[in-house]
């Protein structure tokens, strides 16, 4: 896209009815610009209608491009939007982009999160990149997971277990692509 289609994309995301939205949105999927890609993840945090952020979390979700992917995590892990950040979350792990850079991320947002859904979505977005997660990586967060599952909520135990579980496979080997 050359500046002024993305100054067009830009005022399309703001002032198109749903119905020309999709068709907008459509055209992202198939020629679009990172630049613009943090404007499109905002219609998370907007008013739009749930078909809006269906179709963006479906984007989000057949990202193949990594720094592409690595926008949205940042989005992700950025937003004050807990719905947007848990749907986000549920939308990357299914992309099944490499995160596992972003592993101390991931682990930071899974001990801070304050409801089981949103810990057991991030849990899976690192379960699913352990493969890549390097030993020493894996101690690191185990400590941090060790540390943090000792003022845990209760009902957050199990979830801590299996994080816990899933990093001494990677500190063994034993972990499955």
Not at 14 to 27: A, C, I, N, P, Y
Not at 67 to 93: G, P
Not at 114 to 137: G, S, Y
Request: a negative charge; charged letters at 25%; aromatic letters at 8%.
């Amino acid at each position: 896209m050359n500046n002024a289609e993305k100054k067009l994309f830009l005022s399309k995301l703001k002032t198109e009815t749903d119905e020309q939205l999709l068709k907008t949105l459509d055209f992202f999927r198939n020629n679009g610009d990172t630049d613009v890609l943090p404007d499109v993840l905002r219609l998370l945090e907007s008013e739009r209608s749930q078909i809006i952020t269906d179709c963006v979390l479906s984007l989000v979700g057949d990202l193949k491009n990594q720094t592409a992917s690595d926008i949205a995590f940042d989005y992700m892990s950025q937003t004050n939007n807990r719905t947007a950040q848990k749907q986000m979350i549920t939308a990357l792990w299914q992309s099944e982009a490499d995160f596992s850079h972003k592993a101390d991320e991931i682990t930071r947002i899974f001990t801070q999160s304050d409801d089981f859904e949103t810990a057991f979505e991030i849990l899976t977005l690192l379960e699913n990149n352990a493969c890549n997660i390097n030993k020493d990586t894996a101690e690191n967060l185990l400590s941090t997971i060790s540390e943090h599952s000792k003022t845990a909520k209760s009902e957050f135990q199990g979830i801590y277990d299996a994080a816990k579980q899933h990093l001494y496979n990677i500190i063994s080997g034993n972990v499955d692509d």
